[in-house]
């Protein structure tokens, strides 16, 4: 597991200022959901949309308005 900083994920996907706590794991990136995030900055942090995000994680996330902190989701 390779834990990616705020500063390595701003240089990446652009900088958007989502609050978790992200790393990589077997080629594939995944993100903590922390306390104020919504899907749309944390789409913006990793460069993807909040539907491939979605796509990625169809047993946590059912409504692309509705997550929870502390979830874990895949991100690419």
């Known amino acids: 597991m390779n834990i990616i900083n705020d500063n390595q ?10 609050n978790g706590q992200s790393w990589i794991d077997g080629g594939a ?8 995030d919504y899907l749309g900055n944390i ?3 990793f460069g993807t949309n909040v539907y491939a995000i979605q796509r990625l994680n169809p047993g946590v996330i059912k409504n692309v308005d509705v997550i929870r902190a502390g979830d874990v989701i895949r991100v690419l």
């Not at 990136?29 to 104020?36: D, E, N, V, W």
Request: proline share 5%.
């Open 43 to 45: 789409a913006q942090r």
């Open 9 to 18: 994920a701003a240089n990446v996907s652009g900088g958007a200022h989502a």
């Open 29 to 36: 990136t995944y993100y903590r959901i922390a306390p104020g």
